[in-house]
Structure formats: structure tokens, C-alpha cells
């Protein structure tokens, strides 16, 4: 039996194993099993690796995208610029080596969008953890200016949501990368200023549960046009499973 799983800190709400156990199902693979591994804290790795010698793969999510790195033998170019990891094949010799597939479905969620243009205008990235960075990869990829936000700005390269309120920028774009909104808080958001919103926007939410977090229930309400996380979870996810299989 193949074993294939995810780890993080909380995977209550995640959407991994359902997408992979049905995946099986569908295409009649009998050989391979997905699980969750909740781990307390990222160095528990080699405990789980030690407890599932058949684990052949796995995929990483919050807290670990960044810190997961320093624990694995490789990463692939893409994984070591953009500073990320969400995605683990574990060779036959026992090596880990890191890749980021967020970066191939982020990018294909957005070539993908009907009415986006890369030449539209700059971007607003909400959050600066791994997720932000595969985003980031992309919109450089793309040649789309962007801003990052953070609620601690740490960087020249950040803001605050603060300074928004003062901000005339025409952004066309924004990514939330955050996990404000995410099942069970539906009540929350990012806290940026809703006349940031305008008709004609693109907002995505990389949160898939709920489908319309409350962000994009504002942002859809002022004439945006918006989208969820779901179809960029499951490109990562079949990117992911073609790594593990070649």
C-alpha cells in the first residue's frame, strides 16, 4: 500500500483527503491511501516518517510551508526561489525533496479567469506567509506590480492594512492569502477598508471553505468579480500527484 497524506497544525477543515480518497475511487487505484497528520510542531516529521516507513508523499500546509524546508534533503528550483514548500515526495532511498505546486495553481486559477489580463493593473496581496509567496512568484512570473499587507509589516516590501485607508491606488487585483474567513470564522476578513472595493475588481479568496467567505461577499456586493480557492486546491493537488508518480 502507498501513503500519501497532509501535515500541519490544524486539519480540521481540510479538503486533502476527501479530494484524494475520492480521486482513488474514481480512477480505480486500490494501491494508495491519503491520510491527515496533524502535527504540534514541524520537527515531529521524522517521528511520523519513522511510524509510516510506506509513506511515498505528502503535501504541507499552515503552519509549515516555510519551516518544513530546512528538514528535507532537496527542493526543486521553483520550491527554493519562491521560499516555499507545500508539496514532499519522499524517494525511494528515503530523501525528501520539497516542491511548491501552489505556485502551478495559482497561476493556472489565474490565466484561467475569464476577463483577467495580466496588463489590467498592479495587485494586492493580503498576508505574507507561504501561500503569499507562491502568489507573489506568479504575479513576478506574470509581470504584475503588487503590494503585500501585513498586520506587522516587517519589510519595506509590506504594508500595513492600516495605511490602506489613505491608498488611491487603482489595484485591479486582490489575493487573500490569509486564513481570516476560514469555516467556522465566516465572520471575519481581512481588515481592509471596504471602499478599496470598485466595480470591475478581481478578488480571490484562496480560502475554499466556505465558498464565499465574508471578503468576498463584500467585495461581489460592490461589483467585483470574484473566486474562490477551490479550483487553484485542486490543480496544486493533481500537480502534486504528478510528482509523486514520476
Known sequence: MRRYGLIGRSLGHSFSKGYFTEKFLLEGIDDAIYELFPLEKV??????LAQYPDLCGLN???????????????????????????????ME????????????????????????K????????????????????????????????SRNPSSEQERSYESLADDLTDYRLIVNTTPAGTFPGVDQMPPIPLDL?????????????????????????????????????????????????S
Not at 495580466?118 to 507573489?136: E, F, M, R, Y
Open 118 to 149: 495580466p496588463d489590467l493593473g498592479p495587485a494586492l496581496i493580503l498576508g505574507t506567509g507561504g501561500a503569499s509567496k507562491a502568489v507573489s512568484y506568479v504575479l513576478r512570473k506574470q509581470g504584475i506590480a503588487f503590494q503585500l499587507v
Open 60 to 90: 504541507v500546509t499552515i503552519p509549515y510551508k516555510e519551516t518544513v524546508m530546512p528538514l528535507l534533503h532537496q527542493l526543486d528550483d521553483t520550491a527554493r526561489e519562491v521560499g516555499a514548500v507545500n508539496c514532499i515526495k519522499i
Open 197 to 245: 472595493f470598485h466595480n470591475g475588481m478581481f478578488v480571490i479568496d484562496l480560502i475554499y471553505n466556505p465558498a464565499e467567505t465574508l471578503l468576498l461577499h463584500e467585495a461581489k456586493k460592490r461589483g467585483c468579480i470574484v473566486k474562490n480557492g477551490m479550483e487553484m486546491l485542486e490543480q496544486q493537488a493533481e500537480a502534486a500527484w504528478a510528482l509523486w508518480q
Open 43 to 48: 520537527e515531529d516529521l521524522s517521528l511520523l
Open 93 to 116: 532511498n528515503g530523501r525528501l525533496k520539497g516542491f511548491n505546486t501552489d505556485v502551478a495553481g495559482f497561476e493556472y486559477t489565474l490565466i484561467h479567469w475569464n476577463g483577467w
